[in-house]
């Protein structure tokens, strides 16, 4: 990693956001790593390039970029859908905890006869 493949990256970064008025608040961390499996990928608003090549890290980064993007999106679906689940798996342990007790009294309360 050099300076001035660093610096390439971040002017395509700021010109990425000027252009598309979206990723204000990403930065970017260019840290050139092998033996990570993956090119690049973004978290908590930090774009990680992990290709040592400067001209792949480019490429890398605007994929990661345009992929947060198009995430923002679809996040409002991704955050109801969750929370659906959520009141699902809720409902469900309801139920089946009134199973259980139904059982119990069915079983033990009231006897079983063999």
Known sequence: ???????MLREELDRMKRLSGLGSDLDLVWAPNPSIVLSGEVKDGTIYVYEKNAENAKAVLRH???DFCVSQAI?????ITNRLIKLINE???KR???IVEALGRLLF?????D
């Not at 990693?1 to 610096?7: K, L, Q, V």
């Open 1 to 7: 990693m050099n300076n001035r493949s660093d610096a």
């Open 91 to 93: 409902d469900a342990y």
């Open 64 to 66: 990661e970029f345009l």
């Open 109 to 113: 309360e009231r006897g079983v006869q």
């Open 96 to 98: 089946k905890e009134q």
């Open 75 to 79: 996040d409002p679906y991704r955050k």
